[in-house]
């Protein structure tokens, strides 16, 4: 499907169109919501500000300048960078991407009682990484973005997204034991 297209028809006042485009997107950004937060309210209540922020921000697509599902992407992280920094805004950011594990430790962020536990495993090896490594890593493995989009995303060149990624991947393979790590790079499979 191009998504380009369907996203120019949406520009043309195609509200078809632009359905197409939620069908297409809705779990892949509700997704992207939520595990960044573990929290489904939020994962909901943030998917639905996504999707009304790109319609009301559509006359702003430019395809030439990447594809529309880097373009939405990049509209979930600066909305979900809003959102924290309006719930934790004496928390420290390291830079304008969202560092959820920074803020959860503020007592801000309520996570779903069944995910606490692979929160609790999984944070202290995720801390570990650089807050680029964290969001690469998510937005490779638990999205399955290409890196040409993850580059679109975070503003970093495909080459560094991919050395970023294969850095943060080995260092967690040596630092997790052994079924953690399965279970971390089958988190997104086991979970939707």
């Known amino acids: 499907m191009d998504y380009n297209s369907l996203a120019r028809k949406s520009q043309n006042g195609d509200r078809e169109a632009f359905g197409k485009l939620y069908e297409t997107f809705a ?8 595990y960044r937060s573990y929290h489904r309210e939020s994962a909901e209540d943030l998917t639905g500000t996504i999707f009304l922020k790109a319609l009301e921000k559509l006359h ?3 395809p030439q300048e990447g594809g529309f599902q ?13 959102h924290y920094r309006q719930r934790a805004k004496s928390a420290s950011l390291e ?5 959820v594990w920074d803020i959860a430790d503020t007592g801000t962020m309520e ?3 069944q995910n ?16 680029d490594q964290r969001e690469i890593i998510l937005l490779r493995l638990w999205d399955g973005l290409p890196y040409r989009e993850i580059a679109a995303i975070t ?16 260092f967690l393979r040596q630092a997790m034991p052994l079924s953690l790590f399965i279970a971390f790079l089958l988190e997104k499979a086991t979970s939707t």
């Open 155 to 170: 503003g970093k060149s495909q080459d560094a997204c991919k050395m970023s990624y294969s850095r943060a991947l080995a």
């Open 70 to 82: 880097a373009w939405l992407y990049g509209i979930a992280r600066n909305t979900l960078t809003d």
């Open 27 to 34: 779990k892949r950004i509700y997704a992207y919501v939520y």
């Open 116 to 131: 606490r536990d692979n929160w609790e495993r999984l944070k202290p090896f995720l801390a570990g990484l650089s807050l």
């Open 60 to 62: 702003t697509f430019r």
């Open 111 to 113: 996570l779903d009682v």
């Open 95 to 99: 830079s304008s991407a969202v560092d």
